[in-house]
């Protein structure tokens, strides 16, 4: 209820290199000066003997974000197609000097994607590094969250005016009740229909 707007004034320059190949290639930097930046938080739950901890959002009086991010697709072979990204990200916290809470330093991510036929198949992941949190009221500062993979996969088959997939989604089972609650793994199914 005692959130404010946030207001910021952001810079950024990229450019995109498409040779007359199968390659494609970008590369960007950014900077974002911020005025009460939203910031999920951790806080501990309160009668929770073993600190269970609550995400809350709170503002961020100055804070700055700057980095860059460099992307890449290549298709070595028609029916074969890679993508790879990596991306730095800088972080502070003028009031408190020190960097914002939950935001990795460091972030690749890879796909690659098969298509033979009717048939199609794709496997992704992001790699997700370190990150800081600062939890008052458990005894824990300046904790650093470790990295994940988060991986996904899926296969399909297409017929006349329907396709077939499965697939399963968190592959490596990733996550944690405190600083990454993301769903455990899962597997799925169903069809896509086309009228």
């Given at each position: 209820p005692?959130?404010?707007?946030?207001?910021?004034?952001?810079s950024?320059?990229?450019?995109?290199?498409?040779?007359?190949s199968?390659?494609w290639?970008?590369?960007?930097g950014?900077?974002?000066?911020?005025?009460?930046?939203?910031?999920?938080?951790?806080e501990?739950?309160?009668?929770?003997?073993i600190?269970?901890?609550?995400?809350?959002?709170?503002?961020?009086?100055?804070?700055?974000?700057?980095?860059f991010?460099?992307?890449a697709?290549?298709s070595?072979?028609?029916?074969?197609?890679?993508?790879?990204g990596?991306?730095?990200?800088?972080?502070?916290?003028k009031?408190?000097?020190?960097?914002?809470?939950?935001?990795?330093r460091?972030?690749?991510?890879?796909s690659?994607?098969?298509?033979?036929?009717e048939?199609?198949f794709?496997l992704?992941?992001t790699?997700?590094?370190?990150?800081?949190?600062t939890?008052?009221?458990?005894?824990?500062?300046n904790?650093?969250?470790?990295?994940?993979?988060?991986?996904?996969?899926?296969?399909?088959?297409?017929?006349n005016?329907?396709?077939?997939?499965?697939?399963?989604?968190?592959?490596?089972?990733?996550?944690?009740?405190?600083?990454?609650?993301?769903?455990?793994?899962?597997?799925?199914?169903?069809?896509?229909?086309?009228?």
């Amino acid at each position: 209820p005692d959130l404010k707007p946030e207001t910021s004034l952001s810079s950024s320059i990229g450019i995109e290199y498409h040779p007359p190949s199968k390659l494609w290639f970008s590369v960007s930097g950014y900077r974002h000066d911020v005025d009460g930046l939203i910031q999920a938080e951790l806080e501990p739950i309160e009668d929770d003997p073993i600190y269970h901890l609550l995400g809350v959002y709170r503002n961020v009086s100055e804070a700055t974000l700057q980095g860059f991010d460099v992307s890449a697709r290549w298709s070595p072979l028609r029916i074969v197609t890679l993508n790879a990204g990596y991306s730095y990200l800088d972080t502070e916290d003028k009031e408190l000097n020190e960097p914002l809470e939950g935001r990795a330093r460091h972030r690749a991510n890879g796909s690659i994607s098969v298509h033979i036929s009717e048939w199609d198949f794709s496997l992704r992941g992001t790699w997700v590094g370190e990150r800081p949190f600062t939890v008052e009221g458990t005894g824990y500062s300046n904790e650093m969250a470790d990295s994940y993979l988060l991986a996904d996969t899926r296969i399909s088959r297409r017929f006349n005016k329907y396709s077939l997939f499965v697939g399963v989604n968190n592959l490596l089972d990733e996550g944690d009740n405190d600083y990454l609650p993301v769903r455990p793994r899962a597997a799925f199914t169903g069809m896509d229909l086309t009228f």
